[in-house]
Protein backbone atom coordinates (compact mmCIF):
# COMPACT_ATOMS: atom_id res chain seq x y z
CA UNK A 1 0.00 0.00 0.00
CA UNK A 2 1.24 3.67 -0.91
CA UNK A 3 1.09 5.60 1.94
CA UNK A 4 -0.61 9.10 0.86
CA UNK A 5 1.95 12.11 1.51
CA UNK A 6 1.43 15.79 2.03
CA UNK A 7 3.53 17.10 -0.81
CA UNK A 8 5.86 15.54 -3.36
CA UNK A 9 8.59 17.20 -5.71
CA UNK A 10 8.61 17.04 -9.41
CA UNK A 11 11.95 15.90 -9.08
CA UNK A 12 11.00 12.80 -7.15
CA UNK A 13 8.00 11.86 -9.37
CA UNK A 14 9.84 11.79 -12.56
CA UNK A 15 10.99 8.38 -12.69
CA UNK A 16 8.98 6.94 -9.85
CA UNK A 17 7.44 3.68 -10.30
CA UNK A 18 3.68 3.40 -10.89
CA UNK A 19 1.44 0.24 -9.80
CA UNK A 20 -1.75 -0.42 -11.11
CA UNK A 21 -4.97 -2.22 -9.87
CA UNK A 22 -3.79 -5.17 -9.69
CA UNK A 23 -0.39 -3.75 -8.03
CA UNK A 24 1.59 -5.04 -11.08
CA UNK A 25 4.53 -2.54 -11.52
CA UNK A 26 3.22 -0.96 -15.36
CA UNK A 27 5.92 1.68 -15.76
CA UNK A 28 7.60 4.71 -14.69
CA UNK A 29 6.51 8.48 -15.26
CA UNK A 30 8.16 10.22 -17.37
CA UNK A 31 6.21 13.60 -17.39
CA UNK A 32 3.28 15.65 -15.34
CA UNK A 33 0.83 17.26 -17.78
CA UNK A 34 -1.72 19.91 -16.91
CA UNK A 35 -3.94 21.31 -19.33
CA UNK A 36 -4.32 24.93 -18.56
CA UNK A 37 -7.54 25.45 -20.61
CA UNK A 38 -9.50 23.34 -18.17
CA UNK A 39 -7.54 23.97 -14.80
CA UNK A 40 -4.80 26.01 -14.98
CA UNK A 41 -3.41 24.22 -11.62
CA UNK A 42 -4.92 20.54 -11.58
CA UNK A 43 -2.74 17.93 -12.65
CA UNK A 44 -4.52 16.01 -15.78
CA UNK A 45 -2.05 13.39 -16.50
CA UNK A 46 0.82 11.63 -15.81
CA UNK A 47 2.45 10.48 -18.69
CA UNK A 48 3.70 6.94 -17.73
CA UNK A 49 6.75 4.97 -19.54
CA UNK A 50 5.52 1.38 -20.08
CA UNK A 51 7.15 -1.72 -22.12
CA UNK A 52 4.57 -1.16 -24.88
CA UNK A 53 5.28 3.14 -24.89
CA UNK A 54 4.26 5.92 -23.49
CA UNK A 55 0.67 6.20 -22.00
CA UNK A 56 -1.49 8.49 -20.47
CA UNK A 57 -2.68 7.99 -16.91
CA UNK A 58 -5.73 10.20 -15.97
CA UNK A 59 -5.18 11.50 -12.30
CA UNK A 60 -8.51 10.82 -11.56
CA UNK A 61 -7.05 7.27 -11.85
CA UNK A 62 -4.88 8.11 -8.71
CA UNK A 63 -5.09 6.07 -5.43
CA UNK A 64 -2.45 7.18 -4.32
CA UNK A 65 1.02 9.02 -4.71
CA UNK A 66 4.21 8.11 -2.22
CA UNK A 67 7.38 9.68 -1.89
CA UNK A 68 8.72 6.75 -4.22
CA UNK A 69 6.02 5.36 -6.06
CA UNK A 70 2.58 6.06 -7.31
CA UNK A 71 -0.45 3.50 -7.20
CA UNK A 72 -3.70 3.63 -9.88
CA UNK A 73 -6.50 2.07 -10.67
CA UNK A 74 -7.28 -0.07 -13.73
CA UNK A 75 -4.70 -1.73 -15.88
CA UNK A 76 -1.89 -0.37 -17.87
CA UNK A 77 -3.43 -1.73 -20.93
CA UNK A 78 -6.36 0.19 -20.46
CA UNK A 79 -4.76 3.86 -20.33
CA UNK A 80 -5.31 5.65 -23.52
CA UNK A 81 -1.76 5.54 -25.32
CA UNK A 82 0.13 8.98 -25.50
CA UNK A 83 -0.59 10.09 -29.22
CA UNK A 84 0.30 14.37 -28.94
CA UNK A 85 1.04 16.39 -26.11
CA UNK A 86 -0.07 19.27 -28.00
CA UNK A 87 -2.43 21.58 -25.40
CA UNK A 88 -0.77 19.74 -22.63
CA UNK A 89 1.89 21.96 -20.47
CA UNK A 90 4.48 19.40 -19.48
CA UNK A 91 6.00 20.46 -16.32
CA UNK A 92 9.81 18.65 -16.68
CA UNK A 93 9.81 20.00 -20.27
CA UNK A 94 8.10 23.60 -19.92
CA UNK A 95 8.86 24.67 -16.36
CA UNK A 96 12.19 23.20 -14.73
CA UNK A 97 15.20 25.50 -15.41
CA UNK A 98 12.82 28.20 -17.25
CA UNK A 99 12.45 31.67 -16.32
CA UNK A 100 8.86 32.44 -14.66
CA UNK A 101 7.37 35.73 -13.71
CA UNK A 102 6.98 35.78 -9.91
CA UNK A 103 3.72 38.24 -9.25
CA UNK A 104 4.85 38.67 -5.73
CA UNK A 105 8.34 39.22 -6.17
CA UNK A 106 7.83 41.43 -8.97
CA UNK A 107 10.71 39.92 -10.83
CA UNK A 108 11.45 37.13 -13.33
CA UNK A 109 13.11 33.56 -11.69
CA UNK A 110 14.13 29.94 -12.85
CA UNK A 111 12.11 27.26 -11.50
CA UNK A 112 14.45 24.85 -9.79
CA UNK A 113 11.27 22.45 -9.05
CA UNK A 114 7.35 22.47 -8.34
CA UNK A 115 5.91 21.11 -5.20
CA UNK A 116 3.26 19.09 -5.69
CA UNK A 117 -0.04 18.62 -3.37
CA UNK A 118 -2.39 15.20 -3.21
CA UNK A 119 -5.79 15.98 -2.73
CA UNK A 120 -7.96 13.04 -1.31
CA UNK A 121 -11.60 13.25 -3.70
CA UNK A 122 -14.01 10.19 -2.91
CA UNK A 123 -11.30 7.48 -2.68
CA UNK A 124 -9.58 9.09 -5.50
CA UNK A 125 -6.67 11.55 -5.53
CA UNK A 126 -6.43 14.68 -7.07
CA UNK A 127 -2.70 16.39 -8.04
CA UNK A 128 -2.31 19.95 -7.72
CA UNK A 129 0.38 22.29 -7.98
CA UNK A 130 0.93 24.08 -4.91
CA UNK A 131 4.16 26.08 -5.55
CA UNK A 132 7.91 26.73 -7.76
CA UNK A 133 10.96 26.44 -5.84
CA UNK A 134 13.13 29.10 -7.02
CA UNK A 135 16.14 28.30 -4.53
CA UNK A 136 18.70 26.06 -3.35
CA UNK A 137 16.31 23.62 -2.33
CA UNK A 138 15.02 22.34 -5.04
CA UNK A 139 18.41 22.99 -6.76
CA UNK A 140 20.14 20.54 -4.41
CA UNK A 141 16.94 17.79 -4.99
CA UNK A 142 17.60 17.60 -8.71
CA UNK A 143 21.25 17.91 -8.82
CA UNK A 144 21.89 15.22 -6.17
CA UNK A 145 18.90 12.35 -7.67
CA UNK A 146 20.60 9.59 -8.27
CA UNK A 147 23.81 10.20 -6.76
CA UNK A 148 22.34 9.84 -3.15
CA UNK A 149 19.92 7.83 -1.40
CA UNK A 150 16.81 10.04 -1.56
CA UNK A 151 15.99 10.53 2.31
CA UNK A 152 19.60 11.63 2.98
CA UNK A 153 18.83 14.12 -0.46
CA UNK A 154 15.37 15.21 1.47
CA UNK A 155 17.85 15.76 4.56
CA UNK A 156 20.25 17.98 3.20
CA UNK A 157 17.67 20.02 1.54
CA UNK A 158 15.48 20.34 4.43
CA UNK A 159 18.50 22.42 5.42
CA UNK A 160 18.28 24.66 2.73
CA UNK A 161 16.12 28.15 3.16
CA UNK A 162 12.78 27.76 1.25
CA UNK A 163 12.29 30.41 -1.72
CA UNK A 164 9.09 29.47 -3.12
CA UNK A 165 6.49 30.90 -5.38
CA UNK A 166 2.78 30.14 -5.07
CA UNK A 167 1.46 28.94 -8.13
CA UNK A 168 -1.38 31.54 -8.00
CA UNK A 169 1.43 33.81 -8.33
CA UNK A 170 2.99 32.81 -11.25
CA UNK A 171 3.35 33.95 -14.79
CA UNK A 172 4.63 31.83 -17.71
CA UNK A 173 6.41 32.81 -20.72
CA UNK A 174 5.85 31.35 -23.98
CA UNK A 175 7.41 32.84 -26.96
CA UNK A 176 5.09 30.43 -29.33
CA UNK A 177 2.28 32.71 -30.59
CA UNK A 178 0.20 29.85 -31.79
CA UNK A 179 1.23 27.38 -28.67
CA UNK A 180 0.60 30.31 -26.19
CA UNK A 181 -2.88 31.21 -27.77
CA UNK A 182 -3.56 27.27 -27.52
CA UNK A 183 -2.66 26.72 -23.85
CA UNK A 184 -4.51 29.45 -23.09
CA UNK A 185 -1.67 31.21 -21.02
CA UNK A 186 -2.22 34.89 -20.49
CA UNK A 187 -0.70 37.60 -18.55
CA UNK A 188 -3.83 38.49 -16.33
CA UNK A 189 -1.79 38.51 -12.74
CA UNK A 190 1.24 40.50 -14.75
CA UNK A 191 -1.63 43.27 -16.29
CA UNK A 192 -2.33 43.77 -12.27
CA UNK A 193 1.09 45.38 -11.40
CA UNK A 194 2.40 48.79 -11.78
CA UNK A 195 3.66 49.93 -14.97
CA UNK A 196 6.95 50.49 -13.55
CA UNK A 197 7.01 46.90 -12.23
CA UNK A 198 5.53 45.47 -16.00
CA UNK A 199 8.42 47.63 -17.20
CA UNK A 200 11.13 46.16 -14.59
CA UNK A 201 10.59 42.68 -15.83
CA UNK A 202 10.25 42.96 -19.30
CA UNK A 203 13.65 44.78 -19.26
CA UNK A 204 14.71 41.58 -17.34
CA UNK A 205 13.80 39.04 -19.93
CA UNK A 206 15.70 37.82 -23.02
CA UNK A 207 14.82 39.40 -26.13
CA UNK A 208 12.54 36.51 -27.53
CA UNK A 209 10.72 36.23 -23.79
CA UNK A 210 10.06 40.28 -23.96
CA UNK A 211 8.76 40.53 -27.11
CA UNK A 212 6.70 37.68 -26.40
CA UNK A 213 5.19 38.80 -23.38
CA UNK A 214 5.49 42.57 -24.17
CA UNK A 215 3.25 41.53 -27.41
CA UNK A 216 0.90 39.92 -25.13
CA UNK A 217 -0.39 42.54 -23.37
CA UNK A 218 -3.35 44.78 -23.86
CA UNK A 219 -3.47 48.12 -25.54
CA UNK A 220 -3.74 50.61 -22.62
CA UNK A 221 -1.33 47.80 -20.62
CA UNK A 222 1.88 47.69 -23.10
CA UNK A 223 1.35 52.01 -23.83
CA UNK A 224 1.62 52.47 -19.77
CA UNK A 225 4.91 49.97 -19.40
CA UNK A 226 6.23 51.10 -22.47
CA UNK A 227 6.83 54.85 -21.05
CA UNK A 228 8.31 53.49 -18.43
CA UNK A 229 11.43 51.52 -20.43
CA UNK A 230 14.69 52.30 -21.29
CA UNK A 231 14.09 54.25 -24.89
CA UNK A 232 16.42 51.66 -26.13
CA UNK A 233 14.02 48.70 -25.24
CA UNK A 234 10.98 50.59 -26.31
CA UNK A 235 12.75 51.06 -30.14
CA UNK A 236 13.21 47.22 -29.89
CA UNK A 237 10.15 46.22 -28.81
CA UNK A 238 7.71 48.16 -31.14
CA UNK A 239 9.39 47.12 -34.02
CA UNK A 240 9.04 43.73 -33.29
CA UNK A 241 5.41 44.07 -33.51
CA UNK A 242 2.99 44.66 -36.42
CA UNK A 243 2.25 48.69 -37.25
CA UNK A 244 -1.31 48.38 -36.33
CA UNK A 245 -0.67 46.82 -33.15
CA UNK A 246 2.14 49.60 -32.50
CA UNK A 247 -0.39 52.27 -33.53
CA UNK A 248 -3.38 51.02 -30.89
CA UNK A 249 -0.38 51.02 -28.12
CA UNK A 250 0.92 54.56 -29.56
CA UNK A 251 -2.71 56.16 -29.41
CA UNK A 252 -2.90 55.01 -25.54
CA UNK A 253 0.61 56.78 -24.71
CA UNK A 254 0.28 60.67 -23.54
CA UNK A 255 0.85 62.58 -26.76
CA UNK A 256 4.66 64.00 -25.93
CA UNK A 257 5.57 59.91 -24.92
CA UNK A 258 4.36 58.85 -28.31
CA UNK A 259 5.91 61.83 -29.96
CA UNK A 260 9.62 60.94 -27.98
CA UNK A 261 9.05 57.22 -29.23
CA UNK A 262 8.33 57.53 -32.69
CA UNK A 263 11.13 60.07 -32.92
CA UNK A 264 13.66 57.70 -31.92
CA UNK A 265 12.28 55.15 -34.15
CA UNK A 266 13.55 54.68 -37.27
CA UNK A 267 11.58 57.25 -40.47
CA UNK A 268 10.05 54.78 -42.07
CA UNK A 269 8.60 52.87 -39.14
CA UNK A 270 7.26 55.82 -37.56
CA UNK A 271 5.84 56.66 -40.82
CA UNK A 272 4.04 53.22 -40.82
CA UNK A 273 2.62 53.31 -37.25
CA UNK A 274 1.37 57.50 -38.09
CA UNK A 275 -0.61 56.22 -40.85
CA UNK A 276 -2.24 53.56 -38.94
CA UNK A 277 -3.29 56.02 -36.12
CA UNK A 278 -6.57 57.86 -35.81
CA UNK A 279 -6.76 61.14 -37.83
CA UNK A 280 -6.74 63.30 -34.25
CA UNK A 281 -4.37 61.47 -32.80
CA UNK A 282 -1.82 61.06 -35.69
CA UNK A 283 -2.86 65.07 -35.88
CA UNK A 284 -1.62 65.48 -32.12
CA UNK A 285 1.38 63.40 -32.09
CA UNK A 286 2.67 64.54 -35.65
CA UNK A 287 2.60 68.10 -34.17
CA UNK A 288 4.84 67.07 -30.99
CA UNK A 289 7.05 65.31 -33.83
CA UNK A 290 7.79 68.81 -35.61
CA UNK A 291 9.77 70.26 -31.87
CA UNK A 292 13.01 70.08 -30.88
CA UNK A 293 13.07 67.04 -28.64
CA UNK A 294 15.23 68.94 -25.85
CA UNK A 295 12.90 72.25 -26.26
CA UNK A 296 9.89 72.70 -23.95
CA UNK A 297 7.86 72.30 -26.83
CA UNK A 298 9.54 68.87 -27.29
CA UNK A 299 8.84 67.63 -23.60
CA UNK A 300 5.34 69.19 -23.65
CA UNK A 301 2.11 66.86 -23.62
CA UNK A 302 -1.10 68.46 -25.35
CA UNK A 303 -3.17 66.81 -22.94
CA UNK A 304 -4.74 69.40 -20.58
CA UNK A 305 -7.44 71.90 -19.09
CA UNK A 306 -7.98 74.81 -20.37
CA UNK A 307 -11.55 76.71 -19.72
CA UNK A 308 -12.29 80.66 -20.14
CA UNK A 309 -12.22 82.75 -17.42
CA UNK A 310 -15.72 83.21 -17.19
CA UNK A 311 -16.05 79.99 -15.88
CA UNK A 312 -16.99 78.46 -12.69
CA UNK A 313 -15.46 76.10 -10.11
CA UNK A 314 -18.86 73.59 -10.88
CA UNK A 315 -17.82 74.40 -14.50
CA UNK A 316 -14.05 72.99 -13.89
CA UNK A 317 -15.51 70.09 -12.18
CA UNK A 318 -17.70 69.00 -14.96
CA UNK A 319 -14.88 69.43 -17.37
CA UNK A 320 -12.47 66.91 -15.17
CA UNK A 321 -15.51 64.56 -14.90
CA UNK A 322 -15.06 64.24 -18.76
CA UNK A 323 -11.27 64.38 -19.00
CA UNK A 324 -9.92 61.71 -20.37
CA UNK A 325 -6.22 62.47 -20.58
CA UNK A 326 -3.42 61.34 -17.53
CA UNK A 327 -4.20 62.62 -14.09
CA UNK A 328 -0.87 64.57 -14.16
CA UNK A 329 -1.66 66.72 -16.54
CA UNK A 330 -4.45 67.90 -14.05
CA UNK A 331 -2.84 69.43 -10.88
CA UNK A 332 -3.70 72.96 -12.42
CA UNK A 333 -6.29 74.51 -14.63
CA UNK A 334 -5.54 76.91 -17.16
CA UNK A 335 -7.43 79.99 -18.31
CA UNK A 336 -7.36 81.41 -21.59
CA UNK A 337 -9.29 83.91 -23.68
CA UNK A 338 -11.52 83.49 -26.57
CA UNK A 339 -7.79 83.54 -28.55
CA UNK A 340 -6.58 80.82 -26.85
CA UNK A 341 -3.93 82.96 -25.06
CA UNK A 342 -3.00 82.05 -21.52
CA UNK A 343 -4.52 84.13 -18.90
CA UNK A 344 -4.55 82.25 -15.74
CA UNK A 345 -3.87 79.28 -14.02
CA UNK A 346 -5.55 77.81 -10.82
CA UNK A 347 -4.17 74.77 -8.85
CA UNK A 348 -6.50 71.95 -8.58
CA UNK A 349 -6.49 72.32 -4.89
CA UNK A 350 -8.48 76.01 -5.35
CA UNK A 351 -11.43 73.82 -6.63
CA UNK A 352 -12.58 72.28 -3.04
CA UNK A 353 -11.69 75.61 -1.14
CA UNK A 354 -14.24 77.79 -2.62
CA UNK A 355 -17.92 77.40 -3.79
CA UNK A 356 -19.21 76.19 -6.59
CA UNK A 357 -20.33 79.75 -8.18
CA UNK A 358 -16.93 80.76 -7.53
CA UNK A 359 -15.42 82.23 -11.10
CA UNK A 360 -11.98 80.93 -11.98
CA UNK A 361 -10.76 84.05 -12.86
CA UNK A 362 -10.87 85.13 -8.80
CA UNK A 363 -8.45 82.64 -8.10
CA UNK A 364 -5.81 82.47 -10.41
CA UNK A 365 -2.30 84.57 -9.09
CA UNK A 366 -1.33 87.61 -10.08
CA UNK A 367 1.98 86.29 -12.26
CA UNK A 368 1.37 83.34 -14.33
CA UNK A 369 4.90 80.79 -14.56
CA UNK A 370 5.45 79.65 -18.01
CA UNK A 371 7.60 79.20 -20.35
CA UNK A 372 8.16 79.88 -24.43
CA UNK A 373 7.97 76.12 -26.99
CA UNK A 374 12.14 76.65 -27.47
CA UNK A 375 13.27 77.22 -23.98
CA UNK A 376 15.92 74.59 -23.47
CA UNK A 377 15.24 71.74 -21.16
CA UNK A 378 18.11 72.32 -19.17
CA UNK A 379 15.90 75.67 -18.00
CA UNK A 380 12.84 74.09 -18.04
CA UNK A 381 14.39 71.90 -15.16
CA UNK A 382 15.48 74.59 -13.55
CA UNK A 383 11.96 76.42 -13.54
CA UNK A 384 10.86 73.32 -11.98
CA UNK A 385 13.12 73.39 -8.94
CA UNK A 386 13.02 77.13 -8.82
CA UNK A 387 9.22 77.54 -8.14
CA UNK A 388 8.31 74.05 -7.18
CA UNK A 389 6.30 73.44 -10.01
CA UNK A 390 3.80 70.65 -10.88
CA UNK A 391 3.24 71.52 -13.90
CA UNK A 392 4.25 74.50 -16.45
CA UNK A 393 2.22 75.93 -19.27
CA UNK A 394 4.02 76.15 -22.74
CA UNK A 395 3.16 79.30 -24.89
CA UNK A 396 4.01 80.17 -28.38
CA UNK A 397 5.18 83.50 -29.69
CA UNK A 398 1.83 84.98 -29.52
CA UNK A 399 0.98 83.63 -25.92
CA UNK A 400 -1.05 80.97 -27.11
CA UNK A 401 -1.17 78.08 -24.63
CA UNK A 402 0.02 75.13 -26.74
CA UNK A 403 1.08 72.55 -24.29
CA UNK A 404 2.02 71.68 -20.35
CA UNK A 405 4.73 69.92 -19.10
CA UNK A 406 4.30 68.21 -15.88
CA UNK A 407 6.34 66.65 -13.28
CA UNK A 408 6.77 63.02 -14.12
CA UNK A 409 8.36 64.89 -17.17
CA UNK A 410 11.38 65.93 -16.06
CA UNK A 411 11.72 63.46 -13.68
CA UNK A 412 12.16 61.46 -16.75
CA UNK A 413 14.17 63.93 -18.19
CA UNK A 414 16.91 63.90 -15.05
CA UNK A 415 16.91 59.91 -14.83
CA UNK A 416 18.29 60.05 -18.59
CA UNK A 417 20.97 61.76 -17.42
CA UNK A 418 21.64 59.93 -14.60
Given at each position: ????????????????????G?????????????????????????????????????????????????????????????V??????????????????????????????????????????????????????????????????????????S?????A??????????????????????????????????????????????????????????????????????????????????????E????????????D??????????????????????????????????????????L???????????????????????????????????V?????????????????S?????????????????????????????????????????????????????????
Open positions: MVENVAEVALSAMIGAPVYDSGKLAGYVREVAISPREDSSRVSDLVVKTSDGDRLLSTKLLSGVGERSIRALGKSDEWPPLSSEGMLLLERDLLDQQIIDINGRKVVRVNDVELRPEPVNGTLKLRISQVDVGLRGAVRRLLKGLAPPKAIEVLARMPERIPWEAVDLIETDPARRVHLKLEYERLSRLHPADIADILEELAPAEREAVFGSLNEEIAAEALEEIDPRLQVELMSSIESDKAADIVEMDPDAAADLLGLPEHTSDEILEEMEPEERQEVAELLAFQENTAAGRMTTEYLAHPEATIGDAIDKLRQFEGESETISTIFLVDANEVLGAVPLISLVLAPASTRLTLTPEHIIYCEAGTGEREVAEMFDKYNLLSLPVVDEQQHLTGVITADDIISLLRSHI
